[in-house]
């Protein structure tokens, strides 16, 4: 009985362990995504700034 106790607390303790892995790993993986969203907004942000620039300049062409 007390063999069969420590089987299940040392399964118990395996899957805990293999839980608190996966929780990293996910928030690991959240991160990574959180971090090319913030990457991928300052590209648009730079994209838009050369569009600007690019349309002041097509604008000032054609008035001169």
């Known amino acids: 009985n ?15 362990t293999y839980l608190i892995e996966l929780k990293k790993s996910l928030q690991e993986f959240q991160n990574t995504i959180a971090s090319i969203n913030r990457r991928l907004v300052q590209i648009e942000e730079t994209i838009s700034e050369f569009e ?9 062409d054609k008035n001169t």
């Not at 007390?2 to 805990?16: I, L, S, V």
């Not at 600007?52 to 000032?60: C, G, L, R, V, Y």
């Open 52 to 60: 600007n620039k690019f349309t002041k300049i097509t604008q000032s």
């Open 2 to 16: 007390n063999t069969r106790d420590e089987r299940q607390n040392g399964h118990f303790k395996k899957k805990k």
